[in-house]
């Protein structure tokens, strides 16, 4: 079975150009996550959908951050401009579903995008 | 605010010697917890998630037991070998954060 896929694996931009990021997530998982990383600590939550819908958005920086997840499959988060504090590594993970009788789902995690913003 | 804090930053061990990594949480209202391992360059692998009515859970040579009272689990590896270098992260799902936070993980280096 495949995993979380993500592409592209690596991006350099300069600072207020726009980059995208894409995910397809495990076969069959309802939510799926975006996370940042920075160098040395752990994931961030950005994003969650259950399907299509985006059910936990506080922390992503809603000026210059977008995401989408079309037919509750593949999934896209943006950002337009960068900014050099924008560095990072951006992870997607998914999971069968999101919260079930007092407990959440295993969530697996993709390779991850690293930007470097210059 | 649910703060997760793991310790040691790194840690390096000759092969085969066992090990134990901590991780501390500050909110005990959870319901679960969870192991990854991070391999340089790439995502996050889960190792063992344990339930908060649970108070161990193991894999091969991992055992992660979790003190939920006291804020606190461990992963234990034994006889470690190389292989095993990689971060080492927790993560918990609080319940009065609604998400899952992780620690910023230990970095293991096992020596051949």
């Known amino acids: 079975e495949a995993g979380v896929v993500q592409s592209p694996r690596y991006k350099i931009i300069e600072k207020k150009q726009p980059v995208a990021f894409w995910c397809n997530p495990i076969?069959?998982?309802?939510?799926l996550y975006w996370y940042r990383q920075n160098l040395g600590q752990g994931p961030e939550l950005l994003i969650r959908?259950?399907?299509?819908?985006?059910?936990?958005d506080s922390q992503l920086p809603k000026d210059r951050f977008s995401a989408e997840r079309l037919k509750g499959v593949d999934s896209t988060l943006k950002i337009q401009p960068a900014e050099l504090g924008d560095s990072a590594v951006y992870l997607c993970?998914?999971?069968?579903?999101?919260?079930?009788?007092?407990?959440?789902?295993?969530?697996?995690f993709g390779p991850g995008t690293r930007l470097t913003v210059t | 605010k649910q703060e997760v804090t793991q310790i040691p930053a790194a840690l390096s061990v000759p092969e085969g010697e066992n090990l134990v990594l901590n991780c501390s949480f500050t909110?005990?209202?959870?319901?679960?917890l969870q192991w990854f391992r991070q391999d340089p360059g790439k995502g996050l692998t889960s190792l063992l998630l344990?339930?908060?009515?649970?108070r161990e859970q193991t894999s091969g040579r991992l055992n992660a037991s979790l003190d939920k009272s006291s804020g606190r689990s461990t992963l234990y590896i034994a006889a470690s070998q190389p292989g095993d270098s990689a971060t080492y992260l927790c993560?918990?799902?609080?319940?009065?954060?609604?998400?899952?936070?992780f620690g910023a993980g230990t970095r293991l280096t096992v020596k051949p």
């Open positions: 993970a998914s999971s069968l579903s999101y919260f079930v009788w007092g407990s959440s789902y295993e969530q697996y």
């Open positions: 076969s069959g998982h309802n939510t």
């Open positions: 959908y259950e399907n299509e819908e985006a059910v936990d």
């Open positions: 909110d005990s209202a959870i319901y679960n």
């Open positions: 344990i339930q908060s009515s649970q």
């Open positions: 993560a918990v799902y609080s319940y009065n954060n609604n998400d899952m936070r």
